[in-house]
């Protein structure tokens, strides 16, 4: 259990100007089984901050040169800070030096002399704090990609294809660059659900979602489940030609997957019908007709015999 608690000691960045101050809060802290790292300047904590991460800061409000309350505001401009309680240790306890210990950013303070039944409890709470937001963010992280992402094929859902095909319309709208949609259909889904069973359907989905995805590389582009056997993809900065290239390929790679289906129409395997379009969104044109532009080119597609793609522009 000792080891346990070592492994896991939080680490308390201490800045004071006073060499005494600084050792008597060390000797109290370490008693209490934190770590300590001492900082005697408000530039030298700033170093300190971005070298170590610590999980809280003892500040001391008045110093030369740099005070605690602009060596707080600084602080917080770090980008690693995000989680960091600053607890100010201060001789002041007047309405304008507390109010703006908080202005800065600071989550609390203690007033000398230290009060060390105050103080212990402060530094165990804010720390403690601190670690339940973090959990809190990431567990909210987690809810979003739950909610954003389809339960079966582990792509995107409508849902999120509806939100980023807003923003990259938008984004494409301003930087007047061509903007692709595709979007994918089962050739006969429904007919081989009816002759192996819908499990045996799901797995099918699962197969070319993977297919799908492993041709879309990528950062910007996004493969979505758009609904039941339909799936769609988003290609910003991408012209006519480059949703051509990822059109074939897809129809490819589910030809490429020869998952048996005696049932089709077209081939003794499943195959998949893709319609796309491409354009660079004008002020008065309008994204709910760039995606029916791409279901007239699926029907098209379908029309001309499936297993293949058809462009609409």
Same mark, same amino acid.
């Not at 319309?169 to 660059?177: I, T």
């Not at 879309?216 to 949703?243: C, H, M, Q, S």
């Not at 080119?297 to 379908?302: D, V």
């Given at each position: 259990?000792?080891?346990?608690?070592?492994?896991?000691?939080?680490?308390?960045?201490?800045v004071?100007?006073?060499?005494?101050?600084?050792?008597?809060?060390?000797?109290?802290?370490?008693?209490? $089984?934190?770590?300590?790292?001492?900082?005697?300047?408000?530039?030298e904590?700033? =170093?300190?901050?971005?070298?170590?991460?610590?999980?809280?800061?003892?500040?001391?409000?008045?110093?030369?040169?740099?005070?605690?309350?602009?060596?707080?505001?600084?602080?917080?401009?770090?980008?690693?800070?995000?989680?960091t309680?600053?607890?100010?240790? +201060?001789?002041?306890?007047?309405?304008?030096?507390?109010?703006?210990?908080?202005?800065? $950013?600071?989550?609390?303070?203690? =007033?000398?002399?230290?009060? @060390?039944?105050?103080?212990?409890?402060?530094?165990?709470?804010?720390?403690?704090?601190?670690?339940?937001?973090?959990?809190?963010?990431?567990?909210?992280?987690?809810?979003?990609?739950?909610? =954003?992402i389809?339960?079966?094929?582990?792509?995107?859902?409508?849902?999120?294809?509806?939100?980023?095909?807003?923003?990259? @319309?938008?984004?494409? /709208?301003?930087d007047?660059?061509?903007?692709?949609?595709?979007?994918?259909?089962?050739?006969?889904?429904?007919?081989?659900?009816?002759?192996?069973?819908?499990?045996?359907?799901?797995?099918?989905?699962?197969?070319?979602?993977?297919?799908?995805?492993?041709?879309? /590389?990528r950062?910007?582009?996004?493969?979505?489940?758009?609904?039941?056997?339909?799936?769609?993809?988003?290609?910003?900065?991408?012209?006519?030609?480059?949703? =051509?290239?990822?059109?074939?390929?897809?129809?490819?790679?589910?030809? +490429?997957?020869?998952?048996?289906?005696?049932?089709?129409?077209?081939?003794?395997?499943?195959?998949?019908?893709v $319609?796309?379009t491409?354009?660079?969104?004008?002020?008065?044109?309008?994204?709910?007709?760039?995606i029916?532009?791409?279901?007239?080119?699926?029907?098209?597609?379908?029309?001309?015999?499936?297993?293949?793609?058809?462009?609409?522009?």
């Amino acid at each position: 259990m000792k080891a346990d608690v070592q492994e896991n000691k939080s680490l308390v960045l201490i800045v004071d100007d006073e060499p005494f101050i600084r050792m008597i809060l060390r000797h109290f802290l370490e008693r209490e $089984g934190y770590k300590i790292v001492e900082a005697q300047n408000g530039i030298e904590a700033l =170093t300190v901050f971005n070298q170590l991460h610590p999980d809280i800061v003892l500040l001391d409000a008045m110093m030369p040169d740099m005070d605690g309350f602009e060596c707080c505001t600084q602080l917080h401009s770090l980008d690693c800070s995000k989680y960091t309680p600053v607890l100010m240790v +201060t001789g002041l306890e007047d309405q304008e030096s507390v109010d703006r210990a908080f202005e800065v $950013g600071a989550m609390d303070y203690v =007033t000398k002399p230290i009060h @060390w039944a105050v103080l212990r409890q402060r530094v165990k709470r804010l720390i403690e704090q601190s670690h339940l937001q973090q959990k809190l963010e990431a567990v909210n992280v987690e809810l979003q990609r739950l909610v =954003t992402i389809d339960g079966l094929t582990q792509v995107p859902n409508r849902r999120r294809f509806e939100e980023y095909f807003n923003q990259e @319309w938008q984004r494409m /709208k301003r930087d007047q660059q061509p903007l692709s949609l595709i979007v994918c259909d089962v050739d006969f889904f429904k007919l081989y659900n009816d002759t192996y069973g819908h499990r045996v359907g799901d797995r099918c989905l699962q197969e070319i979602a993977k297919a799908i995805k492993e041709i879309i /590389k990528r950062p910007a582009d996004l493969v979505a489940r758009y609904g039941g056997e339909e799936f769609a993809v988003i290609l910003p900065n991408t012209d006519t030609e480059g949703a =051509t290239y990822v059109a074939d390929k897809i129809c490819d790679a589910i030809r +490429t997957l020869a998952i048996p289906h005696k049932n089709s129409q077209v081939s003794p395997h499943v195959t998949i019908s893709v $319609g796309f379009t491409t354009e660079i969104p004008q002020p008065d044109s309008d994204l709910e007709e760039m995606i029916a532009a791409a279901d007239r080119a699926l029907y098209q597609a379908k029309a001309a015999g499936r297993d293949r793609y058809s462009s609409n522009h």
